[in-house]
């Protein structure tokens, strides 16, 4: 299972730095105010981040919760964190979140395989 983590960024590596090489000044600018965004400010990145999950389980991103949870669990966020979080996300989002719920599951446990 922790192989999902590895392909999912190595594959975001590798399309981020073909996007990149085109040098398209709007997406860079989305990338560098999507960076920017989540840097230490009038709230912490640990709460960025949490929010940045909320969201994106509401928006039913799969590629932007895992992103989420990676850079969370970097942030030393702790699983009954990340629960709660999601349980807003699916709150809000109703129970057509719940797929994406199960797949944000999984790629936590990938998480604490691979990094733990």
Same mark, same amino acid.
């Given at each position: 299972?922790?192989? =999902? ?6 594959? &975001? ?5 073909? @996007? ?9 600018? @989305?990338?560098?105010?999507? %960076?920017?965004?989540?840097?230490? !400010?009038?709230?912490? &990145? ?5 929010? !940045?999950? /909320?969201? +994106? %389980? /509401?928006? &039913?991103?799969?590629?932007? /919760? ?5 850079? +969370?669990?970097?942030? $030393? @966020?702790?699983? #009954? #964190?990340?629960?709660?979080?999601? +349980? =807003? !996300?699916?709150? @809000? !989002? $109703?129970?057509? /979140?719940?797929?994406?719920?199960? &797949? ?11 990094? $733990?």
């Amino acid at each position: 299972m922790a192989d =999902i983590v590895n392909e999912f960024n190595e594959y &975001r590596a590798k399309m981020n730095d073909k @996007i990149l090489a085109d040098n398209n000044k709007i997406i860079k600018r @989305i990338f560098n105010l999507d %960076t920017n965004a989540f840097q230490e !400010g009038a709230l912490d &990145r640990k709460t960025k981040e949490l929010l !940045g999950l /909320v969201a +994106s %389980t /509401v928006l &039913r991103c799969d590629d932007c /919760v895992k992103y989420h949870l990676e850079a +969370s669990y970097n942030e $030393g @966020i702790t699983k #009954e #964190e990340i629960a709660e979080t999601l +349980s =807003i !996300g699916t709150l @809000i !989002g $109703g129970t057509i /979140v719940i797929p994406h719920l199960r &797949r944000a599951y999984e790629y936590w446990e990938a998480l604490e395989k691979n990094k $733990g």
